[in-house]
């Protein structure tokens, strides 16, 4: 979505039209939205719906996001494998700390 978004930064979109074009459903569109600007990659206006458009707050980070968005078009199969495995990564670091014992200082 991030990568359409990219792609289309001349056009407000709602999360209902971004889930039709990327073949999901509304809430999960909209909170990937709401991911996105919380990041500070999307912008947002109200209008008679919330509506997002690709406007990074920092020239860093649309220097980056427009390098992700080539990288992707250039070789999107390895893009997808770096992202997934970047997710499990995560997940299992997130799980293994679920399990970690805090120290207590005071014995």
Known sequence: MLIFCIDHRDRWWD???VAQRASLNASAAMRALDHFVRANLL???ISDAVRYRFHPGTEDLTMLATAFAAAYHENPVAVVK???R???SDSVRDFADAFRLKRDDTR
């Open 82 to 84: 770096l992202v997934a």
């Open 43 to 45: 912008d947002i206006r």
């Open 86 to 88: 970047s997710a499990v």
């Open 15 to 17: 999360a209902a039209a």
